[in-house]
């Protein structure tokens, strides 16, 4: 099927998949000290590749996720279970959050931690599972 996008959308579309994308990383990293997390990101960065999808076709728009959504719903399933392993090795409950200071140069101190690992997680399950979803039924519609 031919892209049905219009030049305006196309062109807003290739303009907006990159802000969109910074944004949901943003909204990831700020979710544990104000309001954002691994949930709204990923909706953030599912709706910046359904504007895509709009704009031009399915085979584009799987192209540029560069993995098929299964597997990064998948992916982030297993790396947010792996984010409560940690505290066992340091005689804590599964789950409870750790943080460790990284120096990072140019940034200063930088704090990971279990919650950023699970929240990645999160953010992956939530891209995988609404692009599976959503390309699904483009492709149904073709």
Do not use: C, N, Q
Request: aromatic share 14%; net charge negative; no cysteine.
């Amino acid at each position: 099927m031919t892209s049905m996008g219009s030049l305006i959308l196309r062109t807003t579309a290739r303009f907006l998949l990159p802000l969109l994308l910074l944004f949901s990383v943003f909204i990831l990293l700020r979710g544990h000290d104000e309001p954002g997390g691994g949930f709204i990101a990923g909706l953030i960065v599912s709706t910046a590749f359904a504007l895509y999808l709009f704009a031009f076709d399915v085979a584009r728009t799987r192209e540029l996720m560069g993995a098929d959504p299964r597997f990064l719903l998948g992916l982030g399933l297993l790396i947010a279970t792996l984010s409560g392993i940690p505290p066992i090795f340091f005689g804590e409950p599964f789950f409870t959050g750790l943080w460790w200071p990284i120096d990072v140069p140019g940034f200063g101190e930088v704090k990971l931690s279990t919650p950023l690992i699970f929240d990645i997680g999160v953010y992956l399950v939530v891209f995988g599972a609404v692009m599976t979803i959503v390309l699904a039924l483009a492709e149904a519609e073709e």
